[in-house]
């Protein structure tokens, strides 16, 4: 318990930097694997992830304890993108901004024309058929519906949907073609917000680097967005 609490207040210098570590810990997948004065060292159990948030200067010593067959890293300093990628081979990378809510009261959701739905596993194949991204397939996409998965319905048909990756993080936002433009994107985040406060999760999401829209809307929205940017990297 000691090396928990540890951990929680280095991450909790940069809270929206490293939500997705304290969230790992809040819901207790994470082992501790190195928490002292250079930074952190997490295996998240629920989704495979290495998460390494250190100082430079000491990260070396944190990336001897990462398996070699790492196949999902995450780090929060790009001072050590290189390095970390030399070390571990993986092909694919992906640089993010974190966006946390730090309130503790639910957003409102604006009125519109439908209604909002918790998904089942029964909606995995058109969920994975109507996501923009390859990821996962329907798998990933019955595993998200266990974690709350809410589609938004106009005229009862259905017209996006939002989730929450393996890690916790807000995500999957979807809006349909025939449907943009409406507004129902951010009253999909909204809800997601609210859904994570009710849970007792930190409400967080990671956002391309380059996406201003989505990094707009988190603003918009009143989420904080991390002053710098963290990296995936992927085999």
């Known amino acids: 318990m000691e090396q928990m609490e540890r951990a929680r207040a280095w991450?909790?210098?940069?809270?929206?930097?490293?939500?997705?570590l304290l969230e790992v810990l809040r819901r207790g997948s994470a082992d501790v694997l190195i928490a002292e004065e250079g930074g952190v060292l997490l295996h998240d159990t629920g989704c495979g992830a290495w998460m390494l948030a250190a100082e430079p200067e000491a990260v070396e010593a944190f990336l001897d304890r990462v398996p070699a067959g790492?196949?999902?890293?995450?780090?929060?300093?790009?001072?050590?993108?290189?390095?970390?990628?030399?070390?571990?081979?993986l092909p694919e990378q992906e640089i993010c901004w974190s966006a946390a809510y730090l309130g503790k009261d639910?957003?409102?959701?604006?009125?519109?024309?439908?209604e909002?739905?918790?998904?089942?596993?029964?909606?995995?194949?058109?969920?994975?058929?109507?996501?923009?991204?390859?990821?996962?397939?329907?798998?990933y996409m019955e595993r998200a519906a266990d974690r709350g998965i809410i589609g938004v319905f106009v005229e009862g048909q259905p017209a996006g949907f939002v989730g929450f990756h393996d890690e916790g993080s807000i995500g999957m936002l979807e809006v349909?073609?025939?449907?943009?433009?409406?507004?129902?994107?951010?009253?999909?985040?909204?809800a997601a917000i609210n859904l994570a406060l009710e849970r007792g999760q930190i409400p967080f999401g990671q956002v391309i680097d380059g996406n201003e829209a989505s990094l707009a809307l988190q603003r918009k929205l009143g989420m904080s967005v991390s002053h710098t940017t963290l990296f995936w990297l992927m085999g």
């Open 70 to 89: 790492c196949d999902l890293f995450v780090g929060h300093d790009m001072a050590y993108f290189d390095l970390a990628r030399a070390r571990f081979g």
């Open 176 to 190: 349909l073609p025939a449907y943009r433009r409406r507004g129902l994107g951010e009253i999909l985040q909204r």
């Open 106 to 114: 639910p957003l409102p959701v604006p009125a519109f024309n439908g």
């Open 116 to 139: 909002l739905r918790l998904l089942d596993r029964s909606w995995a194949p058109w969920l994975s058929a109507h996501y923009s991204h390859d990821f996962g397939g329907p798998a």
């Open 11 to 20: 991450l909790e210098r940069d809270s929206v930097l490293h939500a997705n």
